[in-house]
Structure formats: structure tokens, C-alpha cells
């Protein structure tokens, strides 16, 4: 059975950091693209914002570049994202997306967890 299982969601003050993991089970993730999603309340969707490619490249949207890092931990089966710098308008639920694939309409994917909330506020 596959699943992803996101953790390290909470509250934190803008200019703060959070770490989020996103876990998998029934299948090897090495094998594959990543993708880390957000939705802010009241909006559409957001993402993938950052992207673990399977050959080891790495992609943001300009929205994190250079406060958020994606990386992986293959003996844990794992991605994480780190996340610095944070604003109020970073405040949602992330999610895990994987294996991630390039559809007609954007990336897409075929599993994702049921997520963690992030706020940020002061």
C-alpha cells in the first residue's frame, strides 16, 4: 500500500523556520521526481513550489528561491523541506507529491499525503 505522511506542520513568527518531512511507504522515492505542494486557505492549489528531481536536481518557484530547500534522505525513504525566512503569506498545508510527472495542464502526480499545517504569524 503506498502512502505519504507529511510532519514537522506548526506555528512559527514571520522571519522564522519550520522542517517538514514527508515519508513514503510501498514504494522507493529514489526512483523518482518529488514535489512539495501548498494551499493557502481560501485559494487553489499551489505548486509544486519545489521539486527533487530524480537525477538530483532541484527547482523552485520564485516565490521560495533561496528561503526554501528541498532534500532527500534515500535510507529513510524520505524528502524534507526546509524552511526559512518565512512570511505570512507562506501559512497552509503542505503536501507531498510523488512520483511527480509532467502532465498537459502542469506537474501532476500520482500519490500525495494528507499534509501538515503551516502558520505563520505573530
Known amino acids: 500500500q503506498v502512502e505519504l505522511v507529511e510532519s514537522g506542520g506548526g506555528l512559527v513568527q514571520p522571519g522564522g523556520s519550520l522542517r517538514l518531512s514527508c515519508v513514503a511507504s510501498?514504494?522507493?522515492?529514489?526512483?523518482?521526481?518529488i514535489g512539495w505542494f501548498r494551499q493557502a486557505p481560501g485559494k487553489e492549489p499551489e505548486g509544486p513550489f519545489a521539486?527533487?528531481?530524480?537525477?538530483?536536481?532541484?527547482t523552485y518557484a520564485d516565490s521560495v528561491k533561496g528561503r526554501f530547500s528541498i532534500s532527500r534522505d534515500m535510507a529513510k525513504n524520505a524528502i524534507y523541506l526546509q524552511m526559512d525566512s518565512l512570511k505570512s503569506e507562506d501559512t497552509g498545508i503542505y503536501y507531498c507529491g510523488a512520483p511527480l510527472w509532467a502532465g498537459p495542464h502542469g506537474y501532476e502526480h500520482d500519490y500525495r499525503g494528507q499534509g501538515t499545517q503551516v502558520t505563520v504569524s505573530s
Open positions: 521539486i527533487s528531481s530524480s537525477d538530483g536536481t532541484t
Open positions: 510501498g514504494f522507493s522515492l529514489d526512483l523518482y521526481s
